[in-house]
């Protein structure tokens, strides 16, 4: 195997995961380059990200042949626990030489991608980089915390769908003034009122509901007294 490519790899976490899913029925083909991976549809926008990958891991040479012990290793995830640290640790030497991964958070990893490769963006490759140990079996503090950021308390997610609650225009039927002096007394008047009542996002139903009653009940004491 020829030594890897300088640039860590930028294979997105959706083809990695992919290529792993599917690599139990991929034996080994003659080349796995960018047209192969492109006839696979792992990465449509880019189609060399795969194969880029394979390369940097000495899963395939610079011709993009495979290995084919080291892609069978891979295709199963017993001997993927197996053979993917080795791989991880070797290619990733400048990583797993200047820190201590396991414990490496997000900004650590991106300071050390920077100073290892000159890498301008390193969202793509750390994100390549934490997909691998994943599959690989290795825990980095890193990719825990990125989880837990995304995974909102049930609290948290509760307030956020309960919008702030409005009243809509209200019709209300009044009833007959006392001195009208239609003949007919049960005749009621019509009378539409716009109200416009913030209701805290934090309140249940019983609450909203007895805002609404209240409110009602000081708008039919304004048309009996009108």
Known sequence: ??????????????????????????KAPPKADSDWAKAQAFDAGLPASIPSMLRWLGVVDDEFRPDQDRWNALRFPEGRLKELPALLKTSYAAIFDRIEVEGANRALLRSTFVGAYGSGDTQRPIAAFLTLARHAGMKVAAAER??????????????????????????????????????DNSRLREVTISLAVEIPADWDESQITDRILMVRRAMEKTIEGA
């Open 1 to 26: 195997m020829k030594k890897a490519p300088e640039k860590p790899p930028y294979a997105s976490t959706s083809a990695i995961d992919e290529l792993f899913r599917r690599m139990e029925n991929l």
């Open 146 to 183: 990125q989880i837990e950021k995304k995974t909102p308390t049930r609290k948290t997610t509760s307030e956020a769908r309960k919008p702030k609650q409005q009243l809509t225009p209200t019709r209300l039927l009044g009833r007959p003034r006392p001195d009208a002096r239609s003949k």
